[in-house]
Nanobody, 114 residues
Framework: VQLQASGGGLVPAGGSLTLSCVAS????????MNWYRQAPGKEREWVAR???????MYAEKVKGRFSIPRDGAKNAAYLQMISLEPADTAVYYC?????????WGKGTQVTVSS
């Protein structure tokens, strides 16, 4: 499984941005898609998850501001972000969960200016 994340950029505080993660390869192995982020000097943290049955989960920090829709036809999961804050500045990564394996994509930088 290969993951390609894109959509990062510079956005002012209060703005919105949508990240994309497109999966390729043996996508039948994927049970769930996640987004993580890593801010400078901090550990990588989990942000959101969507399971194959469509159920979603969010970190408390982003509830109500982020959503994780998907498009099965495009083998893609997205991270829709609104009301962005400078604290959301980080490199964002998508991760696919298989039964026993996890697959990471390269990150995409999101910078929120104050």
């Amino acid at each position: 499984v290969q993951l390609q994340a894109s959509g990062g950029g510079l956005v002012p505080a209060g703005g919105s941005l949508t990240l994309s993660c497109v999966a390729s390869g043996n996508i039948g192995r994927i049970n769930a898609m996640n987004w993580y982020r890593q801010a400078p000097g901090k550990e990588r943290e989990w942000v959101a998850r969507i399971n194959n049955d469509g159920t979603t989960m969010y970190a408390e920090k982003v509830k109500g501001r982020f959503s994780i829709p998907r498009d099965g036809a495009k083998n893609a999961a997205y991270l829709q972000m609104i009301s962005l804050e400078p604290a959301d500045t980080a490199v964002y990564y998508c991760k696919a969960d298989g039964l026993r394996q996890h697959y990471w994509g390269k990150g995409t930088q999101v910078t929120v200016s104050s």
